[in-house]
């Protein structure tokens, strides 16, 4: 099908995009980027840490990207030089992929009254408060129709056994989107998050118990199926293209229907 995409029909042609997040070929962030670079945008990556980069390098490759840069984005400073790196090299940036989540170990299992100050404060900033500090910096770069994207997840709206702090981070996320989304309307930057089901990933497999979540959830879906990384792909290439131009500060989910549902008939009562 990609293949009968002509260059005309391309949704993204001549569109230049930064990502954040992508660890390794599972990331929801890799699912994206190559939803975007199949339709013709430009795609660029940055990575949190050192170890990662030999990492993001082949996967760079396969989207004829040479953009790769270093980016704690609990760093101003490093936020500052990546941005300035981007403008060099892009000139303009029109879609902006935030796909960026961390919280301690121990803040994704047990007692939820025990979460830590530190803890909380370390989830909130890596996890919601740098959609802020991105979408300031990218914002000098972004024409008017640009396009500001965050992964979410259920856990923000509705409770989610050991969650926890990272629940709190979502939902301020979340909120974070719909306030960025109705100040930066003004210059035309649309700013929307995707609710995605669960998925294994890097940041998944450290999660005791995921697979238990992924065939419960598989099992109680609509579709009877888990999504994937193309499934959000997919939805992130209408967020990134024109075909979204009137949609903004939305959620939409990307889970086979999950967030629908009341009662599971599967469930035994
Ligand atoms: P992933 O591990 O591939 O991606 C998480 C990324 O966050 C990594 O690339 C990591 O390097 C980056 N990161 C962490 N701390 C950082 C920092 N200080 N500075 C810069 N980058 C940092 O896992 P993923 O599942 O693809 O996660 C991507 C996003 O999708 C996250 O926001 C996650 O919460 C969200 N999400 C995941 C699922 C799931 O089930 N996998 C479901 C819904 C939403
Ligand atoms: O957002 C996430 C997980 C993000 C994440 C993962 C880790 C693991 C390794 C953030 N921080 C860390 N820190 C680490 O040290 N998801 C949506 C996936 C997820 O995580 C859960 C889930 C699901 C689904 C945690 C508990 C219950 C369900």
Same mark, same amino acid.
């Given at each position: 099908?990609?293949?009968?995409? !002509?260059?005309?029909?391309?949704?993204? $042609?001549?569109?230049?995009?930064?990502?954040?997040?992508?660890?390794?070929?599972? *990331?929801?962030?890799?699912?994206?980027?190559?939803?975007?670079?199949?339709?013709?945008? $430009?795609?660029?990556?940055?990575?949190?840490?050192?170890?990662?980069?030999?990492?993001?390098?082949?996967?760079?490759?396969?989207?004829?990207?040479?953009?790769?840069?270093?980016?704690?984005?609990?760093?101003?400073?490093?936020? /500052? $030089?990546?941005?300035?790196?981007?403008?060099?090299?892009?000139?303009?940036?029109?879609?902006?992929?935030?796909?960026?989540?961390?919280?301690?170990?121990?803040?994704?299992? !047990?007692?939820?009254?025990?979460?830590?100050?530190?803890?909380?404060?370390?989830?909130?900033?890596? *996890?919601?408060? @740098?959609?802020?500090?991105?979408?300031?910096?990218?914002?000098?770069?972004?024409?008017? =129709?640009? @396009?500001?994207?965050?992964?979410?997840?259920? =856990?923000?709206?509705?409770?989610?056994?050991?969650?926890?702090?990272?629940? +709190?981070?979502?939902?301020?996320?979340? @909120?974070?989107?719909?306030?960025?989304?109705?100040?930066?309307?003004?210059?035309?930057?649309?700013?929307?998050? +995707?609710?995605?089901?669960?998925?294994?990933?890097?940041?998944?497999?450290?999660? @005791?118990?995921?697979?238990?979540?992924?065939?419960?959830?598989? $099992?109680?879906?609509?579709?009877?199926?888990?999504?994937?990384?193309?499934?959000?792909?997919?939805?992130?290439?209408?967020?990134?293209? /024109?075909?979204? *131009?009137?949609?903004?500060?939305?959620? +939409?989910?990307?889970?086979? !229907?999950?967030?629908?549902? !009341?009662?599971?008939?599967?469930? /035994?009562?």
């Amino acid at each position: 099908m990609a293949e009968q995409i !002509g260059e005309r029909m391309k949704l993204l $042609e001549g569109k230049k995009a930064l990502i954040f997040g992508v660890a390794n070929q599972r *990331s929801i962030g890799w699912g994206i980027a190559q939803q975007l670079h199949e339709h013709g945008a $430009e795609v660029g990556y940055s990575y949190a840490m050192e170890a990662l980069e030999k990492r993001i390098y082949p996967l760079a490759e396969q989207t004829n990207s040479t953009f790769v840069e270093k980016c704690d984005v609990t760093s101003d400073e490093e936020i /500052d $030089e990546v941005f300035a790196k981007a403008k060099d090299h892009f000139g303009q940036i029109d879609i902006l992929v935030h796909s960026v989540a961390f919280a301690k170990q121990e803040d994704l299992q !047990g007692r939820f009254h025990l979460s830590s100050r530190d803890g909380f404060a370390l989830a909130m900033d890596i *996890s919601a408060y @740098s959609l802020i500090a991105l979408s300031r910096a990218a914002l000098p770069m972004m024409p008017p =129709g640009s @396009s500001i994207m965050a992964m979410s997840y259920y =856990g923000a709206e509705k409770v989610v056994p050991n969650y926890n702090t990272m629940a +709190i981070a979502k939902s301020a996320l979340e @909120s974070v989107t719909r306030y960025l989304a109705a100040d930066l309307g003004q210059e035309g930057i649309r700013v929307n998050s +995707i609710s995605a089901g669960p998925i294994k990933t890097l940041a998944a497999a450290g999660i @005791s118990g995921f697979r238990k979540t992924l065939s419960y959830v598989g $099992e109680r879906t609509p579709l009877k199926r888990n999504v994937d990384q193309t499934d959000v792909g997919k939805t992130a290439l209408y967020l990134a293209s /024109d075909l979204s *131009s009137g949609v903004t500060g939305e959620n +939409i989910y990307v889970d086979a !229907g999950f967030n629908i549902m !009341g009662m599971h008939k599967e469930d /035994d009562m």
